[in-house]
């Protein structure tokens, strides 16, 4: 199983995250955090990194049930979904919550995992798939890592 769903778009990097953040806030998703991995390393360490952010999303009701369930599963939320750009191809992937909770042994917690990824995949497979040739396939595949 893999970690991760993933999906390229053709759209420039700043309105990739502005519709991903739109898809998930359509599927009960809110944006607690964004990271802008590339600034943060060039101003800690001076790294140079290509253009990478981090959305921590969260479906506060899912979340609620969840910190029910398992009360140190804070540890692992919010459910982290990336923009990047490599070469010009801009990618969103998002976390597999089912695959990130298999070491927590709470059958629960595992209904509720399963109810938060079908609705990430909801939310990417809202995003507009990229149309060049050799783009990934729709985001419910699920590429190994």
């Known amino acids: 199983m893999s970690y991760y769903y ?9 309105k990739a995250i502005e519709v991903t953040t739109e ?4 599927h009960g998703f809110g944006v607690l955090t964004r990271i802008d991995v590339k600034d943060t390393l060039k101003q ?20 609620l049930r969840a910190l029910q369930a398992e009360d140190k599963i804070g540890t692992m939320l919010p459910c982290n979904v990336i923009v990047q750009e490599r070469d010009g191809v ?12 298999q070491a927590i042994r709470n059958d629960r917690l595992a209904d509720i995992a399963s109810k938060v990824r079908e609705a990430l995949r909801a939310a990417m497979d809202e995003l507009p798939a990229a149309r060049r040739a050799g783009a990934d396939a729709p985001a419910t595949k699920v590429r190994e890592k």
Not at 7 to 12: C, G, I, Q, V
Not at 51 to 63: E, F, K, Q, R
Not at 90 to 101: F, G, L, N, Q
């Open 6 to 14: 993933a999906k390229t778009l053709d759209l420039p990097f700043e």
């Open 90 to 101: 801009i990618e969103v992937a998002a976390v597999d919550p089912v695959a990130s909770m």
């Open 23 to 26: 898809a998930l806030k359509a």
């Open 44 to 63: 800690k360490i001076g790294a140079d990194f290509h253009p990478y952010v981090i959305l921590g999303a969260c479906n506060p009701g899912m979340a």
